[in-house]
């Protein structure tokens, strides 16, 4: 959601861009550095391919005979505000356990709000993640990172 559309009022976009232009030419001058050449973008869509968010699987829970919940070592909400707010498609992908038998599971996180999970419905596709024994095995690691198509222009 742009930042004009839900402040409540009209954002100064080239105030800000002129603060942001006169910040780096202070800096270069001051540095005695050539002024760069700026390109940029507001929002999350510069930077997502640059950036991961990784979790650990802190435990498992069986909510009934079809259902496994992995649940992680943070909040979804606070982290992938994304994920539920505006339903935006996070790649997902476990980091270790890939040799592993896979199945189906639901991801939560450690709040105690009812949102707080991955909602693989609103993503169209279910998540399938490494089956392993947490007593014995090291915790699951998962990332999660922006995809390119999803990449709003």
Not at 72 to 80: G, H, K, R
Not at 105 to 123: T, W
């Amino acid at each position: 959601m742009p930042i004009r559309n839900s402040l409540g009022f009209e954002y100064d976009y080239p105030y800000m861009v002129n603060e942001i232009v006169r910040l780096i030419k202070e800096y270069c001058d001051d540095e005695g550095v050539p002024e760069p050449d700026i390109y940029s973008e507001f929002g999350k869509y510069t930077v997502g391919e640059s950036g991961a968010t990784i979790f650990s699987v802190i435990g498992k829970k069986q909510q009934n005979d079809a259902e496994q919940w992995y649940m992680l070592d943070n909040s979804l909400i606070n982290t992938l505000p994304d994920s539920w707010g505006i339903k935006e498609r996070f790649i997902l992908l476990p980091i270790n356990h890939w040799d592993k038998e896979y199945q189906k599971v639901n991801i939560g996180g450690i709040s105690c709000d009812n949102a707080d999970y991955y909602n693989s419905e609103a993503h169209i596709n279910q998540v399938y993640l490494p089956a392993y024994d947490e007593d014995k095995d090291e915790p699951l690691f998962l990332g999660f990172s922006i995809p390119a198509r999803t990449r709003k222009p």
